[in-house]
């Protein structure tokens, strides 16, 4: 499969980013419990998007024949390679340092592993990577994650924050006086296993819980890494979503509201198209 410019996504990460990802126990064990599960002896297993190793290296201890970690940044490469070395598997990792969405993998996989994971699919390209790598992938092949779900809710946002009016136009965190004011509802379902679209162009309804002013939406999300386990908001990553509305929306409690959301995969939340209006 050809992979053009569109289909790429530039995320630079830094040292302490990946360590953020290495040490977020509760979602770094959820993987490795989903690794354990899957990774049979002899398998070969892609992992995209390495950084520190550690997913690669959880794939060679649970009986790898060989794992294949794909890095994009070249200062990784000696980290992750140190990390197999010190686990005794240096002898069935290899590093290629590539972009994902465009590497060739010397032999078919058993398993792929993708760690690009962010909330909305918005910034970073795990399904550029993950349409790319499929061409690698033995037919009864196991991906995880396998799917990934968005979630949206209208929100009533905080701009006053230290006394000072911020006009964010987004950002990944949410406020202690944020407050939803619709149901949440999904609107985006990725099956990694056929990801067909770069892009959401979603119409979803919400019921207004609240007659206030809306002025941002929320955005959630979840990937599910195996059958019935999900990654979701961790210690430090799949952070939630504040995206500010270009014109605020009174709301008017028990009306229904109709929700448009677009935007590719991997861009930036800035450019997300969207608009709320009484349905
Ligand atoms: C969120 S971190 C995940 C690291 C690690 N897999 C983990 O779970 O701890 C994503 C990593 O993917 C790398 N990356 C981003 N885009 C990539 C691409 N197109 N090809 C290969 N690696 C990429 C980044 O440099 C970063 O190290």
Known sequence: MSTDKTEQTEVVFTPYEISLCLHDVHRTRLWKEAIEDTVKAGDVVIDAGSGTGILGVFAALAGARHVYCIELHPRFVKLIEHLAERNGVGDRVTVIQADASNVTIPEPADVLI???LCTGQFFEPQVQVVRHLRQFLRPEA???PRRIESFIRLLDAQEMIYGVRIDCDSRSVVMDDDEPISNRVCYD???????NLLKVDAVVEVTARKSRQCDAVLIEGRAELIEGLFTETTRFLYNP???FLKEPVELTKGQR?????????????LDAALKVEPA
């Open 114 to 116: 993708c760690e690009l």
């Open 142 to 144: 196991t991906l995880i």
């Open 189 to 195: 379902q990725i099956d990694l296993h056929n990801p």
């Open 241 to 243: 979503e504040v995206i």
């Open 257 to 269: 509201y109709r929700v448009h959301i677009g935007y590719g995969y991997g861009t930036d939340t």
